[in-house]
C-alpha cells in the first residue's frame, strides 16, 4: 500500500526552502496518499539545544505546517519523541547500516565540521534515525527537498540490507519524491549556499512568519548582479544568485525556468524584484496569517500533536511486532 511520509526539524522558523523544497509538495500529495507528517525533535537534539526553546519551536513548526496545508482532518501530523518506536527501530537500523555507509554522508562532514571527535553520536547515527522514521510506517514516497536525496538513498540500503540479512521481503525501498523546479532553494545572500535555518544571517532567507514589509526589504537587499534577465536558463548558470531568484518566482508561480524567463527576459533585476515581492507576498501571507492564529492557541496545536501521535502509534505497532520477530527477541 502506497503511504507517505516527511519529517522537518524544529531547529528554527520555517523559511521559503522548507515551503517549495518539501511543505508545498506535502500538501498536494495528500489529495492521492495518505500521509504521515512528523516534526522530528529527536534528530534536533544531535545537536545541542535550549530545552524552552525546542518545545517553543515544535509547537511554532505544527502551527506553520498546518498554516501550509497540512489537513490534520485527514493525515497524520505528531512530533517524533511522543511515539517511542522510532528509536526502537533505529536501535535496529543502527545495528544494520555499516560505519562506512555513515562516514560517507556529506551532510554529517558538514555539520560536523573539522572537530568530527567532538561530534554527538547522535549526528552520526542521524540517517539510521531517519530511516527507522520512514521504515516504522513502511511509508513508500518521501516528499524532500534535494539536500536529503543522499539520507534517503540510505534508508533505501537499510531497508535492503535488513530484508536481505533476515531472507524477509519486509520493508518497502521508499521513494524520494523531489520538486523539479525549487528542490534546492539558495540563501538570498550567496547563491551558492542553501537557504537555512541554521544561516546566521536572516537576510539569508524568507521565513514564513515573515511580514509583507520584511519580505519586500530582503527582496530588495538579496544579491543579484548587473546584467539584465537572460532569455534561456543556460545562461544563468554562471550567476547563481540571479538563478536562485529566477527559481523562486518560477516555482511560486507553477512555471518552468523556461516559461519564467519568457515572461522577464530582458529586464533589469530592480524591476523583476518588484514582481518578485508581489507574487512572494501573495503567496505567504494567508501563511503567515494562518500560522499567527494557530500559534494563538497552543492547548489546539498541542491537541493535534497528540492524536497525531496515537494515531502513529496505532500504525506503527503492529509493524514494529512484526520486526521483533523477525529480529528474534522474545515477547515474553
Ligand atoms: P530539514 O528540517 O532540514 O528540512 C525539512 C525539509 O525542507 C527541505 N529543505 C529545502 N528544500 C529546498 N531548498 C532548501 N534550501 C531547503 N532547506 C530544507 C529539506 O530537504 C526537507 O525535505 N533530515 C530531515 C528531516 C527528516 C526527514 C525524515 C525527512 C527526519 N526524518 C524522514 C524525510 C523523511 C531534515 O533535516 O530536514
Redesign the pocket.
Known amino acids: 500500500m502506497a503511504r507517505v ?5 524544529p ?1 528554527g522558523t520555517l ?1 521559503l ?2 515551503y ?4 508545498r509538495n506535502w500538501g498536494r500529495l495528500q489529495n492521492d496518499y495518505p500521509c504521515l507528517f ?1 516534526i ?1 525533535d529527536m ?1 534536533a537534539i544531535t545537536v545541542p539545544q535550549d530545552p524552552s526553546v525546542l518545545r517553543q519551536n515544535t509547537r511554532e513548526v505544527a502551527a506553520g505546517l498546518m498554516a501550509a496545508g497540512v489537513d490534520v482532518r485527514n493525515h497524520v501530523l505528531f512530533n517524533q519523541s511522543a511515539v517511542p518506536g522510532h528509536a526502537q527501530l533505529a536501535w535496529i537500523f543502527n545495528c544494520v547500516a555499516r560505519l562506512g555507509w555513515l562516514s560517507r554522508m556529506t551532510q554529517f562532514k558538514e555539520k560536523a565540521g573539522k572537530n568530527r571527535e567532538n561530534a554527538s553520536v547522535g549526528l552520526y547515527a ?1 540517517p539510521n ?2 530511516a527507522a ?2 521504515l516504522l510506517y513502511k511509508a513508500t514516497h ?7 536525496k543522499q ?1 534517503l538513498e540510505l534508508a533505501r540500503d537499510i531497508a535492503q540490507k535488513f530484508n536481505n540479512d533476515y531472507g524477509v521481503a519486509f520493508f518497502p525501498l521508499p521513494e524520494p519524491v523531489i520538486m523539479t523546479i ?5 540563501s538570498l545572500r550567496d547563491g551558492t549556499k ?4 541554521s544561516d546566521p544571517s536572516d537576510y539569508a532567507r524568507l521565513n514564513l512568519t515573515d511580514d509583507a514589509d520584511t519580505m519586500a526589504l530582503k527582496i530588495r537587499k538579496a544579491k543579484t548582479d548587473p546584467a539584465p534577465l537572460p532569455d534561456s536558463s543556460e545562461d544563468l548558470k554562471a550567476r547563481p544568485e540571479a538563478d536562485n531568484l529566477l527559481g523562486i518566482y518560477a516555482a511560486l508561480a507553477d512555471l518552468s525556468r523556461e516559461e519564467a524567463l519568457a515572461r522577464h527576459a530582458g529586464r533589469q533585476f530592480s524591476a523583476f524584484k518588484e514582481d518578485l515581492t508581489e507574487l512572494l507576498v501573495s503567496v505567504l501571507a494567508p501563511i503567515n496569517a494562518a500560522l499567527r492564529r494557530f500559534l494563538a492557541d497552543p492547548g489546539y496545536i498541542d491537541s493535534v500533536l497528540r492524536t497525531g501521535a496515537e494515531q502513529a502509534s496505532a500504525l506503527a505497532r503492529p509493524i514494529l511486532t512484526e520486526v521483533s520477530d523477525i529480529v528474534g527477541f522474545l515477547r515474553p
Open positions: 511520509f516527511s519529517g522537518i526539524q531547529t523559511h526552502g522548507n517549495l523544497g518539501a511543505i512528523c522530528v534528530h542521524y534515525l531517519m522514521d520512514i518521501v516528499p524532500v527537498g534535494e539536500d536529503q539520507h525549487a528542490p534546492r532553494v539558495m542553501k537557504m537555512s535555518k
